[in-house]
């Protein structure tokens, strides 16, 4: 009798466990999927859905739409509502992001996304995604999904944002931060940690950094034009090369962060009698109704509004920089770039500020 009541619950968590169905099925396959695998109960209807094959790319703080259609094959009138389910696809094996769902006239939106996504319906069988004030995490693999009854498909667009990659070292020096160091020292400069794809496309553009950072999904790498004897080596190829997946809590690096063109702000060198200390920069950048710059945004403005300067200046981590997008002589490598000093004393009076001013 024992062994009966061992041997049943034992088996009850097969039993329990049978494959959960609530009518929701969720594809991780790519667009395209095997036709003839989804006709069923419509009876040789088909539905299919419709998304762009090219990558949108947009900016910080721009309003953007991911659009998606539906329709059946051969052409018919749906008889009910369908179940519209828009998600987005994260990296390193986490659970995807719900960002919205519609049935009907009825909408849902979550976390991050609330306030700020719509169904854009122009027009009939149109169900794009628009997305308001676009944040710097916004970028990646979104889901579109049509649902009727048991019929469902998707479709799949790709948001890119355009910015710029950069090597961050804090004041304490090379090799410092564990991963979550490395996220907050990246949001401490207007800034997140930079996807692979992100930093891949930053080497193509010419960056060339012989420190290992952290990437989004906590692997470190590091991307080198010109293969050299300090930097791995001389015998490989250039390229972005790759210490795999790091323990993120036990080891330390530098960090690549990535951060978008803004609309909604301006840097400049602020023009002022003497040169200044890390305090009364930031003083003077307040009595200009702005703040001292952050790293992020300096690159932002260098990239994408060619900010030009000879002269170094504060910022608002304690280092001091000066962006070039004219290389000349007399002003560092003939490479644009934004040169670095490191992080000087405090209380020296060599340096200007670069302020930001919201707008
Ligand atoms: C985005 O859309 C909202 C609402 O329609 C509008 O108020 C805002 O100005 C738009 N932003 C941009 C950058 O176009």
Not at 82 to 101: F, H, S
Not at 179 to 188: P, S
Not at 302 to 308: A, R, S, T, V, Y
Not at 337 to 347: E, I, K, L
Request: include cysteine; glycine fraction near 10%; charged fraction near 25%.
């Amino acid at each position: 009798m024992d062994l009966l009541l061992l041997v049943l619950l034992f088996l009850l968590p097969w039993v329990s466990g049978l494959p959960f169905y609530n009518g929701f099925y969720y594809s991780n396959s790519p667009r395209g999927r095997d036709p003839g695998q989804d006709e069923g109960p419509f009876n040789g209807v088909k539905l299919v859905v419709e998304t762009p094959e090219d990558t949108l790319f947009s900016h910080q703080g721009a309003n953007v739409t991911l659009p998606c259609w539906y329709h059946y094959e051969p052409d018919l009138v749906p008889q009910r509502p369908v179940r519209i389910k828009w998600w987005k696809l994260l990296d390193n094996g986490a659970p995807e992001q719900d960002v919205l769902v519609a049935i009907g006239r009825r909408r849902r939106s979550f976390g991050d996304y609330r306030g700020r996504v719509h169904l854009r319906q122009v027009e009939e069988r149109e169900v794009s995604l628009e997305i308001r004030d676009l944040r710097l995490e916004d970028y990646g693999r979104y889901r579109c999904e049509v649902i009727d009854g048991l019929e469902d498909e998707s479709g799949l667009v790709e948001l890119e944002l355009r910015g710029v990659v950069f090597p961050y070292q804090p004041p304490q020096g090379r090799y410092q931060l564990n991963f979550h160091e490395a996220q907050q020292a990246c949001e401490g400069q207007d800034a997140v940690v930079a996807s692979f794809e992100q930093l891949f496309r930053a080497w193509e553009e010419g960056l060339d950094w012989c420190n290992a950072g952290w990437l989004q999904d906590a692997s470190v790498q590091y991307p080198i034009m010109l293969a050299r004897g300090a930097c791995g080596g001389l015998g490989l190829a250039p390229g972005v090369r790759s210490y795999g997946p790091r323990h993120r809590h036990l080891h330390r690096y530098d960090v690549f962060c990535f951060t978008a063109a803004a609309l909604k702000g301006r840097v400049y060198y602020l023009e002022h009698p003497e040169k200044l200390t890390l305090l009364e920069a930031k003083e003077a950048c307040r009595e200009d109704g702005a703040q001292v710059a952050k790293v992020g945004q300096l690159f932002a403005a260098w990239k994408f509004h060619g900010l030009d300067r000879c002269d170094a200046g504060w910022l608002a981590d304690g280092s001091a920089r000066y962006p070039v997008a004219h290389p000349r002589p007399n002003c560092g490598p003939l490479t644009p770039g934004v040169r670095s000093f490191g992080f000087p004393d405090p209380r020296s009076r060599k340096y200007g500020v670069y302020c930001f001013h919201p707008r």
